[in-house]
């Protein structure tokens, strides 16, 4: 009995010991005596001492949104050696202790892009642990302190309107990639695949953003800019997307072509000469959507035919660029990686030689099924 | 001892009462002396079974022969049986030398009440009456089995209640038997005035935090563990019986459980099982989210909690403890209050105490809505043994949790079950789903 007990003592005793070690998550503080920064921009300065500017969009909390439905934020600016000190200046700009937990989005200003920077301001994001792996990055143009300022006229209080084009909870727009600051970084540490950012622009007049362009870019290299049109391939690519839509004008016939299906696969092919073939395979279904003129339903076999000669050209104009600037965002090189042994395998140097050479096979199968509903 | 010196020795036992009532009955050479407590018997069954017979009848010996075939008719065995039988309501008999014995007792609360405290919608509504016989009478009637036994004990030195155990001869789980007989003889109290305070004196430990005996007042529970193989413990003048062995899952299930079907009764269990952790945990979430780590809520609410607590003057966890305080009081106050009085005090404290809490900021709206979901969720839980445990659990958790974190919060809760782990409920392992019939099969082998 007395064994018992004492050994009951000494099981308290530990428990409070290991919980003493424990510091919880930080310090106990009152979450009103926190402010939580809801978008972090990272510029470019024009001091070349101190290179980097750090903003900081912070939310005001209100108790209840329904008294106050507009959205309301607060900004902070400081130039910096580097993103630590500015951050740590900036601390002292604030009565409360500043919170990254709720930071979604983290946007990188273009110029500080073409300056080659990237390893320094992964390895702040990477290292403080209250900046969430979950949150998306992206580019801003001009910069993303302007990015970071506006508040279109459509927004909500605490949920700015820039996280409704990433989150797929809003708008599902086939032109948008996402990319979290986890997945960045591993494609920018992987050899073989090549990181993609979307790229936010800003509408003056009308007072809104508009996310349809992208970055590729890698260590030591020009970062690439990907037209709307690159994008969606890139996205048709690697998302298996619910729509999207092609235009065709072609012989006299000019109409958009709804895709709601679409397969595509790719296959890597490397023979002894180490010659690499990319052999694409597209599946595309779908009706039409607009025309401008009259369009039959017996010629449906001839649309088709029209709807693959135009994703051909289209596809193969994409790669054809990717391999020119030697850039490689859907990650052949990673497919030929997995499914080699590594003592048969190309070096990373080597594989990016054999890149540039590849040639590209595409085969597009598209299936128009109806010309809309209109009869 | 003759019975005149037994007379003499009763006598003596009563002698500083007026209480003892002493007759005579005298007619025809027929004498006899009856003795009894007036407030005790039955006078009417007095007048019809003992007197009126005796005038009728021949001789004495004719109602000497018919005193022991009365169905009420009790052997002597010794003077303090005599004595303490005299105050159980029986009326003794002194005739030419001879003691009887005959139950005339009036019981008063031998009346079965509706259940009050388990209600249920379906099946019987009947509960235990105060009066023993009855309430064994109410599970023999439930329960039609020759092997169903029942043994008495008179415990508390001073008021000397009887305390019945029923189990099934041939179900029971005798280690649990033998564990609560042989604590029961080793029970040494003065008075024991209710079932439910075998509950600690039953249990060996001084510090205890969990029931390890089952109280209800429904037959229908008692019977359908006794059936499960457990022992049911009734004190007279009780309207609540004991069930030993428990487990922590026999105070989470309500009798209705069985009566549903399998999904309803799935839905509410998962509801209940809900609202304990519900309960158990959200007052410690509150501050564990709020304080240590706000990055767990979703940025809307994040900033709604923010906001809310503007012009709090408390720390987040003194906000808590400040309400669940007066949460705690006005629970305890619609306890002890008269019933007509009771529905004005959940007014006042609920709703215009928990509008002017937050009206003067005293604590946010949040807190207020947390409080009141801790306090509906505990209401679920359907025994209230358990409800008033997780009372106590919840204030503990939050301390750890004030200090060490949602880390802490965690560890306390493995703590909690650690603790649950270790404790037995007379011999049957706490936190076990209890099923001792399959027990029972696989061990006869090894037996």
Same mark, same amino acid.
């Given at each position: 009995m007395l064994k018992k007990r004492n050994k009951i003592k000494q099981f308290f005793l530990l428990i409070i010991l290991i919980l003493t070690a424990l510091s919880g998550?930080?310090? +106990?503080? %009152?979450? %009103?005596k926190d402010v939580f920064v809801s978008m972090i921009g990272i510029d470019l300065s024009d001091d070349p001492e101190k290179p980097y500017k750090v903003t900081l969009k912070l939310y005001v909390p209100t108790s209840s949104f329904k008294q106050s439905p507009k959205p309301e934020y607060t900004y902070l600016t400081k130039n910096g050696k580097t993103l630590t000190e500015a951050i740590r200046i900036l601390e002292t700009h604030s009565d409360k202790e500043i919170d990254f937990g709720h930071s979604k989005l983290i946007v990188i200003g273009e110029e500080l892009l073409n300056a080659n920077k990237s390893k320094e301001i992964m390895d702040f994001l990477l290292r403080r642990? %209250?900046?969430?792996?979950i949150s998306w990055l992206a580019i801003g143009r001009p910069s993303a302190e302007e990015i970071i300022k506006m508040v279109p006229q459509s927004e909500t209080a605490a949920y700015p309107a820039l996280f409704n084009y990433f989150d797929h909870n809003g708008t599902d727009s086939p032109y948008i990639v996402t990319t979290y600051l986890f997945d960045f970084r591993r494609k920018m540490l992987e050899t073989g695949i090549d990181p993609i950012l979307p790229l936010i622009e800003i509408n003056k007049e009308e007072e809104h953003f508009e996310v349809n362009k992208s970055y590729v870019l890698a260590h030591d290299k020009k970062p690439h800019e990907l037209s709307s049109l690159d994008t969606l391939i890139f996205n048709m690519m690697t998302r298996n997307l619910d729509v999207a839509d092609l235009v065709i004008n072609e012989d006299n016939q000019h109409f958009i072509a709804k895709i709601d299906n679409i397969n595509s696969k790719y296959k890597v092919k490397v023979d002894a000469q180490h010659q690499v073939k990319l052999n694409i395979d597209i599946e595309l279904f779908g009706y039409i959507s607009e025309s401008k003129d009259t369009i039959s339903n017996q010629q449906l076999p001839q649309y088709s035919k029209m709807v693959e000669a135009e994703t051909r050209e289209k596809f193969s104009d994409f790669f054809i660029k990717m391999l020119n600037v030697g850039y490689d965002p859907i990650g052949f090189g990673l497919a030929y990686k997995s499914k080699t042994l590594h003592n048969k395998r190309m070096s990373p140097n080597e594989w990016n030689e054999a890149y540039k050479n590849s040639k590209v096979n595409i085969k597009v199968m598209a299936g128009i099924k109806s010309t809309g509903s209109i009869q | 001892m003759s019975s005149e010196e037994i007379l003499l020795w009763i006598k003596e036992q009563f002698k500083n009462t007026t209480e003892l009532t002493q007759k005579t009955l005298d007619y025809d050479n027929k004498h006899a002396l009856l003795f009894y407590v007036k407030s005790l018997i039955d006078q009417e069954s007095l007048q019809k079974l003992i007197i009126k017979p005796f005038f009728e009848m021949a001789n004495e010996n004719q109602f000497k022969a018919y005193l022991i075939a009365l169905p009420q008719f009790q052997k002597v065995e010794s003077k303090e049986q005599a004595v303490s039988e005299v105050t159980n309501g029986n009326t003794l008999i002194v005739i030419q030398h001879d003691l009887y014995l005959i139950d005339l007792q009036l019981a008063t609360n031998n009346q079965v009440s509706t259940t009050s405290v388990e209600t249920t919608i379906h099946g019987s509504n009947i509960a235990l009456s105060e009066n023993l016989m009855t309430n064994i009478n109410l599970i023999r009637t439930y329960y039609h089995q020759a092997s169903l036994s029942i043994e008495y004990f008179t415990k508390g030195e001073v008021n000397q209640q009887k305390i019945a155990i029923i189990y099934d001869k041939e179900l029971v789980n005798t280690k649990a038997l033998e564990i609560i007989k042989q604590k029961l003889q080793q029970l040494d109290q003065?008075?024991?005035?209710?079932?439910?305070?075998l509950n600690n004196y039953l249990n %060996?430990?001084?510090?205890?935090? +969990?029931?390890?005996m089952l109280m209800t007042e429904r037959p229908d529970r008692i019977v359908y563990n006794i059936a499960g193989g457990k022992i049911a413990l009734i004190l007279d003048g009780n309207a609540q019986a004991l069930i030993a062995p428990a487990v922590f899952f026999d105070f989470m299930t309500t009798m209705e459980d069985n009566y549903h079907t399998l999904f309803i009764s799935l839905f509410v269990r998962i509801l209940r099982y809900a609202g304990l952790f519900v309960s158990l945990l959200l007052p410690g979430l509150y501050v564990g989210i709020t304080s240590f780590a706000p990055e767990v809520f979703r940025t809307e609410l994040a900033l709604t909690v923010a906001g809310s607590r503007i012009g709090v003057p408390f720390s987040s966890f003194v906000e808590v403890l400040f309400m669940l305080f007066f949460m705690e009081l006005l629970l305890e106050a619609s306890i002890r209050l008269p019933k007509a009085v009771s529905a004005t005090a959940t007014t006042v404290g609920g709703l215009i105490l928990g509008s002017a809490v937050t009206e003067a900021a005293l604590a946010s709206n949040i807190m207020v809505i947390i409080v009141s979901a801790v306090a509906i969720s505990t209401f679920v839980i359907p025994v209230n043994e358990l409800a008033f445990t997780i009372r106590i659990v919840r204030l503990i958790l939050l301390l750890i949790t004030s200090v060490f974190g949602l880390a802490g919060l965690t560890l306390g809760l493995y703590g909690l079950i650690m603790y649950l782990v270790y404790l037995d409920s007379f011999g049957e392992p706490y936190l076990r789903l209890f099923n001792y019939q399959k027990a029972k099969k696989s061990s006869e082998g090894q037996a």
């Open positions: 998550c930080g310090e +106990f503080k %009152d979450i %009103d642990p %209250d900046i969430q792996m | 003065q008075v024991i005035s209710a079932s439910t305070e %060996d430990k001084r510090f205890s935090l +969990f029931p390890q």
